[in-house]
């Protein structure tokens, strides 16, 4: 097995909408976009997340709603074995990658909420640009939506 390592870690608010979210910034990204403004992902770096995730999941206990997985889909087996972990602890599972090919991520579906799939591309823009190649998918039963919209409201 890969060991899946994390470089860092947080409660972010606005990657997924309406959810309360606990970020892990996967290391080792294998994507390389140019323009990428987390280059410190691109080495194999930080502490392998494994079972110790349950600590995380302990220590937001109610204060969470969500899981996300971000910077790639590099291990494939730990993602499968984390995201089930996530998962038996009923909260919503999600994962940010710079993969343009849906394919190569499908054995996942079927255990996400959440899914942005997309190499950042500068001429693009991210999420929140309506030139975006990204798309930010809301996953209901293997069934994906579109919503990448939520991100490109206007501001007042
Ligand atoms: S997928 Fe994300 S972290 Fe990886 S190179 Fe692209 S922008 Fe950077």
Not at 23 to 46: K, M, V
Not at 62 to 67: F, L
Not at 82 to 109: C, F, M, P, R, W
């Amino acid at each position: 097995m890969q060991q899946m390592k994390y470089a860092t870690y947080g409660i972010v608010f606005q990657e997924i909408p309406d959810e309360t979210t606990l970020a892990f910034d996967i290391s080792n990204c294998p994507y390389r976009c140019e323009g990428c403004h987390s280059q410190f992902l691109w080495e194999d770096t930080g502490d392998i997340l494994d079972n110790e995730i349950e600590r995380f999941l302990e220590k937001y206990r109610g204060m969470i709603t969500c899981v996300c997985f971000m910077g790639g889909n590099q291990c494939m087996e730990d993602l499968i074995y984390l995201i089930n972990i996530v998962k038996s602890h009923n909260l919503k599972t999600a994962l940010y990658t710079g993969e343009n090919d849906i394919q190569k991520v499908s054995e996942l579906i079927p255990l996400l909420d959440y899914l942005k799939i997309g190499s950042y591309r500068a001429d693009c823009g991210g999420l929140n640009k309506k030139t975006t190649n990204q798309i930010f998918y809301q996953i209901d039963n293997s069934h994906l939506t579109d919503k990448t919209y939520l991100f490109q409201k206007e501001k007042k």
